[in-house]
């Protein structure tokens, strides 16, 4: 299964300070172990909030709002894309991974969607239908 | 924590573990039976103790150093026994205490590649390619007998012995469960490249049926490509599978239609390709590259993988390029399938006739005679040269040839395809 392992934002992180070496480096050497096990597909640190942008959707408006966004605890600085066994697998993982932040911080775990989820409501003529439409689409 | 949840921690960490702890012990006891025994027996110690004491900081280092002491007591209880048997004087006794001291210098000596030894172990050339498989999907994979022989489409029985020999042959063989050196490593790393390949396609080729254990050979195929790499990063030939396997894995969603069919590559759904898994085959390609590998077979094939993956339309394929390349793996890797493969390529860049030439010049040689592929490509090609009568009956004679259900049902299908 993948799983997108999310690391949650701080005031530090949103403050835009950035990680001492000493961090980088058992970042470094975490990351090459997942490299080592064969279960990272990918990962990315991201900018703070203040660089970011949102669009608000309401029927057909479209709103651009600007960051730095308030609600600190429900941002994120950063993600990872594994492959994994299960969630069991996923969370040992990140129990070995360094602090990611100088205080206290939160990762999260989301499996992600594979087509098995979508289990019977995914029925043979919901995927042809599916497939017309791109066809009708691409010409 | 509720012992429960500690239980299934305890279980996930020996899990994570358990190839290397294997690969380190075999090392050691030279035996890969015992070493996995000794593995187990550090997970019932790790169970009876964990609990209490928490989970350590290092648990890879722990469980080794638990097991490594297993296996000094039982060197220990065996020499005692023997000594008592055989009452023999200073002489045994000298030899046990180095058999004691090697084993305690190896416990310091730690080189961290016990999982590569493991793989290249489990990869010997002794072994045939399916025990190679098999013992590699046990030991560094971790799958149970059960699941090996279900995705195998096997029985049990057949798998379990199958590893038991393995085993056995690579004891008597006197392996030395290390990576080799210098030339040997060339030529034992294709050993280890051609199992991971045979894996990820076992899993590849099903395309459907009501086990997914099957394409999850691929995804287990994937991971130990991945390992492989992380493992061995200035080799170049392991680049090249795994930028194959990656770009070949993206089109995992494309690859069978809503009908249940095979979807051939120009005709597939590319907005379904996974762009994550080809953008890791590409870096992986380019990686390859980078370590010059470009006439290696594994990067040739990513490299043809690849020119499927970068066209986003099936017309804008390079067509020409991609008959370069056939050109030049068949001169490095001469064999039927390739010539076939090549006389595709031919026929989709220069036209119909230029396959059908080679084509000929296949058939002429007595090769790939009874594979559904070879008229089944022939059929096409006389399709595209608007000779759909030829074209039909070829299509016919391949759908004679072929024991796959829904590669049959698809030949069938194009036969009708070419009118009365």
Redesign the interface.
Same mark, same amino acid.
């Given at each position: 299964m993948r799983v997108m392992v999310i690391v949650k934002a701080t005031g530090d992180s949103e403050a835009g300070i950035m990680p001492s070496t000493e961090l980088l480096e058992a970042m470094g050497n975490y990351n090459?172990e997942l490299?080592? @096990?064969?279960?990272? !597909? @990918?990962g990315e640190g991201l900018h703070p909030s203040s660089k970011g942008k949102r669009i608000a959707f309401d029927g057909p408006g479209r709103t651009v709002i600007d960051g730095p966004f308030a609600e600190t605890r429900e941002l994120i600085a950063g993600f990872w !894309?594994w492959?994994v066994?299960d969630m %069991?697998?996923a969370?040992?993982?990140v129990k070995r991974c360094p602090n990611p932040m100088l205080g206290p911080s939160e990762i999260e775990i989301r499996p992600v969607f594979e @087509? %098995?989820d979508f289990g019977e409501a995914l029925t043979?003529e919901i %995927? @042809?239908q599916e497939?017309r439409l791109?066809?009708q689409l691409?010409k | 924590m509720a012992t429960r949840e500690t239980h299934q921690a305890i279980e996930t960490v020996f899990r994570i573990e358990r190839a290397r702890l294997i690969g380190g012990l075999a090392r050691l006891v030279r035996d890969i039976d015992l070493a996995e025994e000794l593995a187990q027996d550090a997970l019932v110690t790790a169970l009876s103790e964990w609990p209490q004491s928490g989970v350590p900081r290092n648990p890879g280092a722990w469980l080794m150093a638990a097991a490594k002491r297993r296996a000094i007591d039982g060197f220990r209880r065996r020499e005692m026994l023997k000594r008592k048997h055989a009452e023999i004087g200073r002489d045994l006794e000298d030899e046990q205490e180095t058999g004691v001291d090697a084993i305690e210098a190896a416990m310091d000596d730690d080189i961290g590649d016990e999982l590569l030894s493991l793989i290249f172990t489990a990869c010997h050339p002794v072994l045939s390619p399916e025990a190679r498989a098999a013992l590699t999907l046990r030991l560094i994979g971790g799958l149970t007998t059960d699941e090996i022989a279900r995705a195998f489409l096997s029985s049990e029985a057949t798998i379990a012995q199958r590893i038991v020999r393995a085993k056995k042959a690579i004891a008597k063989a006197g392996a030395a469960y290390e990576v080799p050196r210098g030339e040997e490593l060339r030529a034992r790393l294709q050993s280890v490249l051609s199992v991971i390949y045979l894996i990820f396609n076992e899993g590849y080729a099903a395309t459907s049926g009501p086990d997914l254990l099957r394409p999850a050979l691929s995804i287990e195929a994937q991971r130990l490509a991945r390992i492989l790499a992380g493992l061995m990063p200035d080799e170049p030939e392991v680049f090249g599978l795994l930028a194959l396997i990656e770009i070949q894995s993206s089109r995992f969603a494309a690859r069978v239609g809503a009908d249940g069919l095979p979807v051939l590559l120009t005709d597939q759904n590319r907005a379904k390709w996974d762009r994550l898994a080809i953008r890791r085959g590409l870096a992986a390609l380019e990686r390859a590259h980078g370590l010059g590998g470009a006439t290696a077979p594994y990067v040739l094939q990513a490299d043809l993988a690849a020119c499927h993956a970068r066209a986003l339309k099936a017309e804008d394929t390079d067509w020409p390029r991609i008959a370069g390349l056939y050109d030049t793996l068949l001169d490095i890797m001469p064999s039927p399938v390739v010539a076939l493969n090549r006389a595709v390529a031919h026929c989709m860049a220069f036209g119909p006739d230029i396959g059908l030439q080679l084509i000929a010049d296949i058939e002429a040689s007595g090769a790939l005679a009874n594979y559904a592929l070879l008229p089944a490509a022939k059929g096409d090609f006389l399709f595209r040269a608007n000779r759909r009568a030829e074209a039909k009956a070829k299509f016919e004679e391949a759908a004679a040839l072929s024991s796959n259900e829904k590669e049959l049902a698809f030949l069938l299908r194009r036969a009708v395809e070419c009118g009365d």
């Open positions: 090459e490299v080592k @096990a064969g279960i990272m !597909l @990918a !894309l492959e066994k %069991a697998e969370v040992e993982w @087509a %098995a043979p %995927a @042809a497939e791109r066809e691409s | -």
